[in-house]
């Protein structure tokens, strides 16, 4: 028996336009035939949009970077953002921001939010995922163990769930565990399915 979304997608050209390993890794586990292609793309978007919104737009402006599409191919373009207070945390750009983000995640809740857009010739299809993340009260040395043991510079508010972090720090998660690694896979099925 084969996979369904292989079928579906048997005369397709699938493209992850993503340097992220984890999305790689996720999409691996759909076990679909993809190739991974990159875009650089200026990731800014207009202050006063809020929580899904930035990532959609941040999402359907890195497939916007694939002007021409031959007609078997469809992008694959994500996005994600940690969400905390009402406003969103980046990627750190040194350790001093690294270790101030996750100070100011430590004890609380945290909204992640995904965005993916799935682009062909023809059309574009935008979604997006949230997840509430609770973290317990860090400690300094942990927090310095992390950024000094891991790489937190690559990630949406300088942690990564699948991390040593996360092991010892998320309490509990209300929504789906893929989407804090960047990337809603049992959306995407869904969505691709429906393609």
Not at 60 to 76: C, R, S, V, Y
Not at 143 to 148: A, G, L, R, S, T
């Amino acid at each position: 028996m084969s996979n369904p979304l292989s079928l579906k997608l048997q005369n397709k050209r699938l493209i992850l336009a993503s340097g992220s390993p984890r999305r790689k890794e996720l999409l691996e586990a759909l076990a679909i035939p993809f190739v991974i292609e990159t875009r650089e793309v200026n990731e800014v978007y207009p202050m006063h949009l809020q929580g899904a919104e930035i990532t959609d737009y941040l999402s359907e402006l890195k497939a916007g970077a694939f002007q021409t599409l031959p007609q078997d191919t469809i992008i694959i373009t994500s996005d994600t953002i940690v969400w905390l207070d009402g406003k969103a945390l980046t990627k750190p750009k040194d350790r001093g921001e690294a270790i101030a983000i996750l100070q100011e995640l430590s004890g609380k809740k945290h909204e992640v939010f995904t965005s993916v857009c799935i682009k062909s010739s023809s059309k574009t299809r935008v979604f997006s995922d949230v997840t509430k993340v609770y973290f317990k009260e860090l400690n300094s040395e942990e927090i310095q163990f992390y950024v000094d043991h891991y790489r937190p510079y690559d990630k949406a508010g300088a942690y990564g769930a699948q991390d040593w972090i996360g092991y010892i720090g998320i309490e509990k998660l209300e929504g789906s565990y893929f989407n804090v690694m960047g990337l809603p896979v049992h959306k995407l099925y869904t969505e691709l399915m429906k393609w």
